[in-house]
């Protein structure tokens, strides 16, 4: 089977996009380009070859899968040097919702929780 699908953007609706981009730009280290001009007005967040796209809510208020659904994460980032980025989101106030340890499905990550009540996995598969 070929490969087509190169890469994947979280799109994440959000009440006060300036106050989500804010958030992710000071505390967890990502730039924000803002679209807020386009017919669909939207914020790029960017950190290294990850993007997430912030759109506005029409007022309504972000319900993370969890509450939806019973559980889940919101996003899940595949990632290197955990523990580094772990601690760099402790020292800026992230909360941590779970800390790095080992899955029982062979993952290693660990959890934050955003502004807007989304959980956000940063794991990788081990052996």
């Given at each position: 089977m070929k490969n087509l699908l190169i890469e994947s953007h979280c799109?994440?609706?959000?009440?006060?996009?300036?106050?989500?981009?804010?958030?992710y730009e000071h505390k967890m280290g990502f730039k924000a380009v803002h679209y807020l001009n386009a017919n669909e007005p939207h914020i790029c967040l960017y950190r290294d070859t990850t993007e997430i796209i912030l759109t506005k809510t029409n007022g309504q208020k972000v319900i993370p899968n969890r509450d939806l659904y019973g559980?889940?994460?919101?996003?899940?980032f595949i990632t290197k040097n955990q523990e580094e980025l772990q601690?760099?989101?402790?020292?800026?106030?992230?909360?941590?919702?779970r800390a790095l340890d080992k899955t029982d499905y062979n993952n290693t990550e660990f959890v934050v929780e955003d502004i807007?009540?989304?959980?956000?996995?940063?794991?990788?598969k081990v052996g």
């Open positions: 799109i994440f609706p959000t009440q006060d996009i300036i106050k989500t981009a804010n958030f559980y889940g994460y919101d996003a899940y601690e760099e989101l402790v020292s800026s106030n992230v909360k941590i919702v807007d009540g989304r959980w956000i996995a940063f794991g990788i």
